[in-house]
């Protein structure tokens, strides 16, 4: 084995895997590499840095789950080795990742797994005294039209007789059909996420964590440096262009709001009409959620969205506590805390993109 790996192996997981499972967790699932090798990987390269982070919120989450409940790590091994289905093990890292984080913050309360039933439940449950809080995790997979073209890709052979071929495959890993844009495949997707709500409970405060951290779904982790619902960056004018932050429309845009995909103000074609939104955000007033609140986490931030007509307002103590999870970051959430002031802050969002959509904006 590698040297560089067999070490990122050890300082990430100890000796919790066997030498017989880390080479099953080496080998790839269908073409695409284990999650497990993603994360341990240290040749694998990305522009953000994103990998890097996630590497170490494991092995943060993972000392974190070790200290305090190593026996839920053993009950998960098998999920975490998995290797026939890569949305298994990614699903498991997901929770591993979600649980190591709640346990280090919340460590004046319980946190504590619920064990899975023939009825849908919440994953962990947070209690203080009489007051629970429920979490529900999900960590979105990669649309299943590119995993299969990513699959075919990496399955080809790049070997011929006298040549080594290299090939360069481009991914949308939230899809690219059944929307006017990319943009919105990815709000719909992270709006759609549980979207029966049916592992959540009417009488206590529901909170669902998107894992972000999958490999090939932490690409938009700059949403949440800042939960404006616009945002600027290098676009296809090359130069600096609006575009719609997707986590802020997959939880508060209404059916109707403008969408903003590389729009720029000085140069290119002038856009009569920008794509609408086809649905409702999550937290729209219509939706009627009995989600209380969204964590997104990411490899680089933690946030969380609050739901302005919540049933039941997230506990003073928890979401002062939750400022300790790692990563979090207030500048990229949108809470009531402290002045309950969401509405209002919601008002002047909707009024930004109101106003932006009406400028004589340019489209590439």
Not at 104 to 120: C, E, L, M, Q
Not at 270 to 282: A, D, H, Q, S, Y
Request: glycine residues 4%; hydrophobic residues 30%.
């Amino acid at each position: 084995m590698d040297k560089n790996l067999e070490k990122n192996i050890k300082h990430v997981f100890n000796n919790f895997f066997t030498e017989k499972e880390i080479e099953k967790m080496l080998c790839n699932i269908n073409g695409l590499s284990h999650p497990f090798y993603d994360i341990v990987n240290p040749y694998y390269y990305d522009s953000s840095n994103n990998i890097d982070f996630t590497r170490e919120n494991v092995r943060f989450a993972f000392n974190s789950i070790m200290a305090k409940n190593p026996e839920w790590l053993r009950k998960i091994k098998q999920n975490l080795i998995y290797n026939t289905d890569y949305s298994h093990p990614s699903s498991a890292f997901g929770e591993l990742r979600c649980y190591g984080y709640l346990l280090d913050a919340f460590t004046r309360y319980n946190v504590n797994p619920i064990a899975k039933s023939s009825t849908p439940t919440p994953d962990f449950r947070i209690t203080n005294n009489n007051e629970i809080v429920d979490v529900e995790v999900n960590t979105p997979q990669i649309n299943g039209d590119e995993q299969k073209a990513l699959e075919h890709n990496n399955q080809q052979k790049n070997i011929t007789k006298d040549k080594i071929c290299i090939s360069e495959h481009v991914i949308i890993p939230f899809g690219r059909k059944n929307a006017k844009c990319t943009t919105e495949n990815v709000i719909h997707k992270i709006s759609s996420i549980k979207g029966d709500e049916t592992q959540f409970s009417k009488k206590n405060c529901s909170i669902l964590w998107v894992d972000l951290q999958n490999s090939y779904m932490n690409s938009i982790n700059d949403r949440c440096f800042s939960s404006c619902p616009i945002f600027t960056g290098i676009g296809t004018s090359s130069k600096e262009d609006y575009f719609s932050n997707e986590l802020w429309y997959a939880t508060y845009a209404s059916k109707g709001t403008p969408i903003f995909e590389s729009v720029n103000l000085n140069e290119g074609i002038p856009v009569k009409e920008l794509p609408k939104m086809t649905f409702n955000g999550r937290f729209c007033k219509k939706r009627k959620s009995i989600v209380d609140a969204i964590v997104f986490s990411l490899p680089q931030n933690t946030v969380i969205y609050e739901n302005p007509y919540a049933k039941h307002k997230m506990p003073k103590w928890f979401i002062e506590t939750f400022q300790n999870v790692r990563r979090f970051s207030y500048q990229g959430s949108k809470l009531n805390f402290p002045d309950n002031i969401l509405r209002k802050q919601l008002r002047i969002d909707r009024k930004i993109i109101a106003s932006l959509s009406k400028k004589e904006l340019k489209h590439w």
